[in-house]
T-cell receptor
Framework: NAGVTQTPKFQVLKTGQSMTLQCAQDMNHEYMSWYRQDPGMGLRLIHYSVGAGITDQGEVPNGYNVSRSTTEDFPLRLLSAAPSQTSVYFC??????????????FGPGTRLTVL | AQSVTQLDSHVSVSEGTPVLLRCNYSSSYSPSLFWYVQHPNKGLQLLLKYTSAATLVKGINGFEAEFKKSETSFHLTKPSAHMSDAAEYFCVVSPNSGYSTLTFGKGTMLLVSP
């Protein structure tokens, strides 16, 4: 099993460009989420989904869109990239949205630079 | 509401000496607490978790943590550091049930010298 996969690993964008960060999981987990990691800030939740068709905002949702049409995939869209979105992005999953005490499994990350 | 404070941004130890990474939490309910480790350019990996069972929790690679409700602490320890322990460590708090999200501490970078 691949676990949680993210593509691309690295991306450089110009201000105003759009792109989609991909996240896929083969663990049949209901809950999927996106975090951004910035130096000295820990991980901050952008958006999450407790199942196909259900998404909600996290701590820092502005500038990002998500959708969840299948259990396996949870793409993160940047509609108009800004330098403030330069960060490392992690996708994470767990078995159920209800079981917050369960382990989360993280992807390897996407390192995004916006010029 | 919940929050977590990691008291040190960097900790330096010598190989073979004990490791102590400090974490205090604030929660209005009975929490679950986790420690995750992130090696350079990697994703996060669960070290251990506390979910209201035994207060002393053992994790992978010889790490353990003790939940102290009276002190609202969940410090991570290891008796003897290894070079491979050099990484960033995150303390995480969550409600013990229900739909909820995790709150991460800002991280502690552990440096291990020979």
């Amino acid at each position: 099993n691949a676990g949680v996969t993210q593509t691309p690993k690295f991306q450089v964008l110009k201000t105003g460009q759009s792109m989609t960060l991909q996240c896929a999981q083969d663990m049949n987990h209901e809950y999927m989420s996106w975090y951004r990691q910035d130096p000295g800030m820990g991980l901050r939740l952008i958006h999450y989904s407790v199942g196909a068709g259900i998404t909600d905002q996290g701590e820092v949702p502005n500038g990002y869109n998500v959708s969840r049409s299948t259990t396996e995939d949870f793409p993160l869209r940047l509609l108009s990239a800004a330098p403030s979105q330069t960060s490392v992005y992690f996708c994470a999953t767990r078995t159920s949205g209800y079981e917050s005490y369960n382990e989360q499994f993280f992807g390897p990350g996407t390192r995004l630079t916006v010029l | 509401a919940q929050s977590v404070t990691q008291l040190d941004s960097h900790v330096s130890v010598s190989e073979g000496t004990p490791v102590l990474l400090r974490c205090n939490y604030s929660s209005s309910y009975s929490p679950s607490l986790f420690w995750y480790v992130q090696h350079p350019n990697k994703g996060l990996q669960l070290l251990l978790k506390y979910t209201s069972a035994a207060t002393l929790v053992k994790g992978i690679n010889g790490f353990e943590a003790e939940f102290k409700k009276s002190e609202t602490s969940f410090h991570l320890t290891k008796p003897s550091a290894h070079m491979s322990d050099a990484a960033e460590y995150f303390c995480v708090v969550s409600p013990n049930s229900g739909y909820s999200t995790l709150t991460f501490g800002k991280g502690t970078m552990l440096l291990v010298s020979p």
